[in-house]
């Protein structure tokens, strides 16, 4: 066998592999094309925020989109859910892993600029209130929502008055909030804390069998 064939063999397996991984994606994660695509998936929940966790692209030819999500409600437990993402999409949260990406509130009312995680809860007199009698005014869950400081990834942060006003004007002006100090966001501080126990393994996947193959190649050259 020349190497023309051996080369055209190699893109023909890769395909294959391509188009099965993408089916095998298709069957066990569902799409998610935009932020309307929420509420119709949880219809059966009525308060909810979505934090993106983190995020991976797929595939050499045919190119799939995954997204992992944290869903927080106030008296349940969290849980992750991995779904398939179309491009736009993808590429439009970038810089959002970390961020409160949709919040539907009691009422029923829907928010989509990417804010800090706490964004659905900090401010909320339901949930707590603002400290009193010092300089620097941050916010005290109630004991019933504590667990929401450990949901919501700010077990090591304190979020402020300023802060908070902040991310309302960011809110009233439809403009992603990452922190007064970038704190939140894909290569905010806070963030990589808060999300290193639910990164997706990138060193398994397509690139590394893209890279298996192209080294495949070079060595049938030689």
Known sequence: MNKISIYI???LLYVGLSKNTFSTFKDEFPLIANENSFSSY?????????????Y???????KTYLHKYKIIWPHNEPQIVITRVRRDFFEKHIKNIGLSIFRKNSKNAESFTPLPPFAMFVGDPVYGHWSTGTNKREWIFYPSYKHLINSIGLTNYNVDWESYKKMQIHLLQNNAFYGLH????????VTQKMVKDYQFNKKVGTKSFKD???????????
Not at 47 to 53: A, D, E, K, N, Q
Not at 56 to 62: C, D, L, Q, S, V
């Open 9 to 11: 063999l190699l893109v």
């Open 56 to 62: 991976i692209e797929t595939g050499f030819f045919i």
């Open 212 to 222: 298996a193959l192209i080294k495949l190649i070079k060595n049938t050259s030689n």
């Open 42 to 54: 949880f219809k059966e929940q009525d308060l909810f925020s979505i934090i993106l966790l983190d």
């Open 182 to 189: 970038n704190e939140f966001g894909t290569n905010g501080s």
